[in-house]
């Protein structure tokens, strides 16, 4: 069964305080991983795809790169905007582009 | 384009009673998905469509029903709803395997279920 477990929760950043959110996985084989943006009361906004291990995408301040077993989605810099739930999902080779969601990182993003 | 679109955008029910969510797409998209987002649970799939005339089963099937007669519409329906089903629903579509960017799926606003 695939999992996806994302960390932390919930992260508080002051405006201009660069950090990382962590999407861990377990999947027989990976067809790709993807990244969403929530916002309260909306649907999830695609921001990257991800296929194999060493790749790394990027959009403004953000950032994903891909492991063997996890992906990181960096935060340079970040606005008060960027001020969301980052969901991280992944596709297995064999589940006919079914995604297995993890529960999100929360961010909030201070002045 | 207006993507995917969901009808309506917030419902109450009482137990019991049945009701049809509509999800739209305007992409030519050959997949569509149906899942319910809970607080701690992150999304789940409940069914989707590989192509129009298809429907399949997802994680958490029971109680729903769907269906694909057009390409562009997805229908999730419940024929007696229940407390259970106390959800945000989203719909989303994808191009399909074996067109570029294939497996991305798109995401309708959301469907705000209460069952009372």
């Known amino acids: 069964e695939d999992q996806v477990t994302q960390s932390p929760e919930a992260l508080r950043l002051q405006e201009g305080e660069s950090s990382s959110l962590n999407c861990s996985y377990t999947v027989s084989g990976l067809r790709g991983l993807f990244w969403y943006r929530q916002d309260p009361g909306k649907g999830p906004e695609f921001l990257f795809t991800?296929?194999?291990a060493g790749e790394e995408k990027e959009k403004e301040r953000l950032k994903a790169t891909l492991t063997k077993k996890e992906s990181f989605l960096h935060i340079t810099a970040p606005k008060p905007e960027d001020s969301a739930t980052y969901l991280c999902?992944?596709?297995?080779?064999?589940?006919?582009?079914?995604?297995?969601f993890g529960t999100g990182t929360r961010l909030q993003v201070t002045l | 384009n207006a993507g995917v679109t969901q009808t309506p955008k917030f419902r109450v029910l009482k137990t019991g009673q049945s009701m049809t969510l509509l999800c739209a797409q305007d992409?030519?998209?050959?997949?569509m998905y149906w899942y319910r987002q809970d607080p701690g649970m992150g999304l789940r799939l409940i069914h989707y469509s590989v192509g129009e005339g298809t429907t399949a089963k997802g994680e958490v099937p029971d109680g729903y029903n769907v269906s694909r007669l057009k390409k562009q519409n997805f229908l999730l329906g419940l024929e007696s709803a229940a407390p259970s089903q106390t959800s945000v629903y989203f719909c989303a579509s994808s191009p399909g395997r074996g067109r570029p960017w294939g497996e991305t799926q798109y995401f309708g606003p959301g469907t705000r279920l209460l069952v009372l």
């Open positions: 991800l296929y194999s």
């Open positions: 992409m030519n998209h050959e997949y």
């Open positions: 999902a992944v596709i297995n080779t064999g589940t006919a582009s079914k995604l297995t």
